[in-house]
């Protein structure tokens, strides 16, 4: 939207339900060709991981991943333009992805996103919740989310409203801290050892 250009989503999952490796090869060129007529446009492949890696394919199926990930190359660089399609992958084990798509202009540049920090949780919980909760102060909630991605914080809010539309009233703050993660409550010896442990490290 901030690029003022369409974007074309797919994914292996996408291409594989149209059948055997000819249809998929066939519906990943489609793809790419609906890309070429909205140019310039964003394809975005999702799941990027599930194309699989030459390097470390065995057995019966190794022949159909290489022609898969072969076909793929393909529509990346190919005899056919891609001008005015920017590619992006999205995956969570980049490791898995055959090295030959990391090459330039191919999908050349990786960026890492990490879970989201405090703002960033607090942002995430703002956006989900729709303009419910206003004026509300979001950030011990946020605090208590620490290691959460932003579809758990997603579906504390889901499962927040679901709570409130069964008793039928509006969303309560209540609502999304009986949905957090259980607090563990240590006793005084529990709390020393952690110290101690703790303090071993920082020597």
Same mark, same amino acid.
């Given at each position: 939207?901030?690029?003022?250009?369409?974007?074309?989503?797919?994914?292996?999952?996408?291409?594989?339900?149209?059948?055997?490796?000819?249809?998929?090869?066939?519906?990943?060129?489609?793809?790419?060709?609906?890309?070429?007529?909205?140019?310039?446009?964003?394809?975005?492949?999702?799941?990027?991981?599930?194309?699989?890696?030459?390097?470390?394919?065995?057995? #019966?199926?190794? @022949?159909?991943?290489?022609? &898969?990930?072969?076909?793929?190359? %393909?529509? +990346?660089?190919?005899?056919? *333009? =891609?001008?005015?399609?920017?590619?992006?992958?999205?995956?969570?084990?980049?490791?898995?992805?055959?090295?030959?798509?990391?090459?330039?202009?191919?999908?050349?540049?990786?960026?890492?996103?990490?879970?989201?920090?405090?703002?960033?949780? #607090?942002?995430? @919980?703002?956006?989900?919740? &729709?303009?419910?909760?206003?004026? %509300?102060? +979001?950030?011990?909630?946020? *605090? =208590?989310?620490?290691?959460?991605?932003?579809?758990?914080?997603?579906?504390?809010?889901?499962?927040?409203?679901?709570?409130?539309?069964?008793?039928?009233?509006?969303?309560?703050?209540?609502?999304?801290?009986?949905?957090?993660?259980?607090?563990?409550?240590?006793?005084?010896?529990?709390?020393?050892?952690?110290?101690?442990? %703790?303090?071993?490290?920082?020597?």
């Amino acid at each position: 939207r901030s690029c003022g250009v369409e974007l074309v989503a797919s994914s292996l999952a996408q291409w594989q339900s149209a059948g055997h490796l000819g249809d998929l090869l066939k519906a990943m060129r489609r793809t790419f060709a609906e890309a070429r007529k909205k140019a310039p446009c964003v394809l975005f492949l999702d799941e990027f991981d599930s194309v699989g890696d030459r390097r470390t394919v065995r057995g #019966e199926n190794a @022949l159909y991943v290489v022609e &898969k990930i072969n076909g793929l190359l %393909e529509c +990346l660089d190919g005899v056919e *333009d =891609r001008e005015g399609i920017v590619v992006v992958a999205a995956c969570n084990h980049p490791e898995f992805i055959d090295p030959a798509f990391l090459r330039p202009d191919r999908l050349e540049q990786t960026i890492w996103i990490p879970l989201p920090d405090r703002p960033a949780r #607090e942002q995430i @919980l703002r956006w989900h919740l &729709k303009g419910a909760l206003e004026g %509300e102060d +979001l950030a011990v909630i946020a *605090d =208590r989310l620490e290691g959460h991605s932003g579809a758990d914080i997603e579906k504390l809010v889901r499962d927040a409203r679901r709570v409130a539309r069964k008793e039928k009233r509006r969303l309560q703050l209540g609502d999304l801290v009986s949905g957090l993660p259980k607090r563990i409550a240590f006793s005084e010896e529990d709390l020393r050892r952690i110290a101690v442990h %703790e303090a071993g490290h920082a020597i």
